[in-house]
């Protein structure tokens, strides 16, 4: 199944790019345990909600990053370290396209499998997709906050 | 045959000899054929060729004809260059000794060995380095090694010094040829790769994206589940595509070869832990692993990761070398070690399953205190 979600910055393609390169524990919200480097395994709690949040903690795998001839990517993945519930595992790329000289679309074109075999599946159409939206969104979302932060603008050598 | 015959048929046979070895572009058959040559052009019974050491003046391969492989193996361990040898490789100019037992800087002969006399050596210069020595003994009808004999091996240890530049040339440009070749096809791969997400993977995604609405929307039960299955197949379609294309460029291995990116692996390693880190590649077992460096940086990764995080190592060594059944690489620190049977060998699993999918096996050895070895074995 699939879901996409995407928010722009204002910032540079430069800029984001150079962000997302530096260390997962300065852009990857929800990060639980750190990795050494990319291509570790880490331990990130994903979900949805602020006031009641539903979350799971899930093994996060990030690749290196991929120019492109429009963008760069980042392909990453994720699937709960414990019980799934409702939440999908999930493949995905995180995109960095200019939109302007300062401003960027960082979006997620996310693949999941529904959990549960053919009920997850019936479910699906009803529920779980709004489940791996949301959490597809509650990431981006995070991802987005964390590079705009004056601590990720500093580390990125720019002044937001 | 009078004396004028004789040099002018060794004569000859230089001629032949520096032609025979002009049209030799493989560097082991001139190796080969330089003993050959020797044996020939001075009637020897034995002839050998010691190549020496890059870095140390030593006998580290010794050609040799004139004896059988039964009687070599009964010898056993090639000289390593003391007595007459080491003389010749000191000293770096022809010598011509009578016999060998007679003289006092022989260091004599090991067991089986077969019974040697006279004695003639010349050095072998190439690229204005010592490459090796060519030694030559037992002279056919004649007690000893004559002067012309020495003048004519000066000159063949001359033409064997410009076919070994000559065969070395050809082997560094083939290197090159085929390095290049490589790097345009990995650049092709790259934008193949490129071409197939930015256009194929997109339009399948939007198309799946599509139909997925599409069977949220519908009423019809059936029809819902049809379209359904059709995302799912797009969804197949979309995952081999990724695995092929980030297959065909696996990340850090892009623009690298394998040694390359395992010393920058190693670095990084080094400055981002603090612990000191030693890569020990052995080039030619590199490349001919190149094809699956993907998995076995990623190998090196887990393993430096685990000593990183669990080791509390002060230092590191990686190496692969070449082993009697093909290539080891080995990553060995000096920190707290652990019980192999414990959980924490256990969480060695994945390692172990990556090196066994590429043909290998994965030796663990820990003792608490006392550091941590993995090693991998691949064929080769």
Known sequence: MFARYFIELPMSPEQVTAALARHPEEWVPGLAEQANHVGDTLLADVGFGEHLRIARTVALELGEPIAMATKTLIPLRWEATGPRGVFPSMEADLEIAPLSADRTQLAMSARYVPPMGAVGRAMNRTMLFRVAEATLKDFLDGVGRALMSPTAGASAGTAI | ?380
Do not use: W
């Open chain 2, 1 to 380: 045959m009078g004396e004028a015959e004789r040099q002018v048929d060794r004569y000859a046979l230089l001629i032949d000899a520096g032609l025979a070895l002009a049209s030799e572009l493989d560097l082991e058959a001139v190796l080969e054929r330089i003993v050959e040559l020797a044996i020939e052009i001075t009637d020897a019974r034995y002839g050998a060729l010691g190549v020496l050491g890059e870095s140390t003046p030593r006998i580290e391969r010794f050609i040799t004809k004139g004896i059988s492989d039964q009687d070599r193996a009964a010898i056993g361990h090639i000289p390593v260059g003391e007595g007459i040898l080491g003389l010749l490789i000191r000293e770096r100019r022809p010598m011509r000794i009578p016999d060998i037992g007679a003289d006092p800087r022989t260091h004599g002969f090991p067991p089986n060995h077969p019974p040697m006399h006279s004695f003639l050596g010349a050095p072998v210069i190439a690229l204005g380095l010592v490459f090796g020595n060519i030694y030559l003994t037992e002279k056919q009808g004649a007690s000893e090694f004559s002067e012309e004999d020495e003048a004519a091996l000066v000159v063949l240890a001359i033409q064997a010094g410009v076919a070994i530049e000559n065969a070395r040339l050809y082997a560094e440009k083939e290197l090159a040829q085929r390095e290049l070749a490589r790097l345009e096809l990995l650049e092709e791969r790259e934008r193949i790769a490129k071409e197939l997400h930015d256009g194929v993977i997109q339009s399948l995604f939007a198309v799946g994206m599509g139909l997925q609405g599409t069977a949220a929307m519908s009423p019809d039960e059936e029809i819902g589940r049809r379209l359904e299955g059709a995302v799912e197949e797009i969804d197949r379609a979309i995952r081999d595509l990724r695995n092929y294309i980030f297959g065909l460029r696996p990340g850090i291995l892009a623009d690298r070869q394998l040694g390359q990116a395992l010393e920058e692996l190693g670095h990084e390693f080094s400055d981002r832990s603090g612990v000191l880190t030693v890569v020990d590649i052995d080039g030619s077992v590199a490349a001919e692993l190149a094809g699956l460096a993907g998995d076995l940086i990623q190998v090196v990764r887990e393993a430096l990761s685990n000593v990183g995080r669990h080791a509390d190592a002060t230092s590191v060594r990686v190496t692969l070398r070449r082993i009697d059944t093909g290539a080891e690489l080995e990553i060995d620190d000096d920190g707290a070690g652990f019980d192999v049977d414990s959980p924490a060998g256990m969480g060695l699993a994945n390692l172990r399953d990556r090196v066994q999918a590429i043909g290998g096996e994965l030796v663990l050895e820990s003792i608490p205190g006392q550091g941590t070895t993995v090693r991998a074995r691949l064929p080769l």
